[in-house]
């Protein structure tokens, strides 16, 4: 069964601090894996892609790994900020169909305290 | 910020009302999707688009409809609310070969 499960389910840090949220899939076939930030009450943000080939990829703050041979991604936040908090969700891809089917994990939601 | 936009953000409505909830984008993208999201569980596709006068169910079954008469216009109808309908229903939209798959603001409708 083609699963994504993220954790921790949730996580508290203090500003400033870094932290990394854990993504394992079952997805086959693969084609990519995204990570993004959904704020409460609106519509998730992309924050990285990442196809087969790729084993790390950043965007600012946010970066992203992927082992494609265990099926593990990670999102590392550096110096976090208050405004990182949110639920942070990994998505995977497959390669079966036209549509590209995408498998959603529950998220991660992150609290930064001050 | 992606140009893909929901109507209304929010929406309370009593049971056995017909609602339509709108989605617009003006990026010229072909496939347009819909979600329903629980609080603190994962998005669950109910329906998408691969382009006008296309339309298929998705993997979690609905009771709604869509529609897909032009390109930039996606909207989601429920003929009847109940208060099992009550969740967040976000759209998306992804162009052309691109993985990127742009979300809008969502609509949090209550069916009391």
């Known amino acids: 069964k083609n699963q994504v499960e993220q954790s921790p389910q949730s996580l508290i840090i203090l500003e400033g601090k870094n932290c990394t949220l854990q993504c394992n899939y079952t997805v086959s076939p693969f084609s990519n894996l995204r990570w993004y930030k959904q704020d409460t009450g609106r519509g998730p943000v992309s924050l990285t892609i990442m196809t087969f080939s790729e084993n790390t990829k950043s965007n600012g703050r946010y970066t992203a790994t992927l082992d494609a041979d265990t099926k593990q991604s990670s999102l590392h936040i550096t110096a976090s900020q208050l405004s990182d908090s949110a639920s942070y969700i990994c998505v995977v891809s497959d390669r079966g169909s036209t549509l590209g089917r995408l498998y959603f994990g529950r998220g991660t939601q992150l609290t930064v305290w001050p | 910020e992606a140009d893909i936009y929901q109507t209304p953000r929010y929406l309370v409505i009593g049971t056995g009302k017909k609602i339509t909830l709108e989605c617009s984008q003006t990026?010229?993208?072909?496939?347009m999707y819909w979600y329903q999201q629980d609080p603190g569980m994962e998005l669950h596709l109910i329906h998408y688009s691969y382009g006008v006068n296309s339309t298929e169910k998705g993997d979690l079954s609905s009771e709604s409809t869509v529609s897909r008469i032009r390109t930039e216009h996606f909207p989601l109808t429920l003929e009847s609310a109940r208060p099992s309908h009550t969740s967040q229903y976000l759209c998306?939209?992804?162009?052309?070969?691109?993985?990127?798959?742009?979300f809008g603001p969502g609509t949090r409708l209550t069916v009391t």
């Open positions: 990026m010229g993208h072909d496939k």
């Open positions: 998306a939209s992804t162009g052309g070969t691109s993985y990127e798959q742009y």
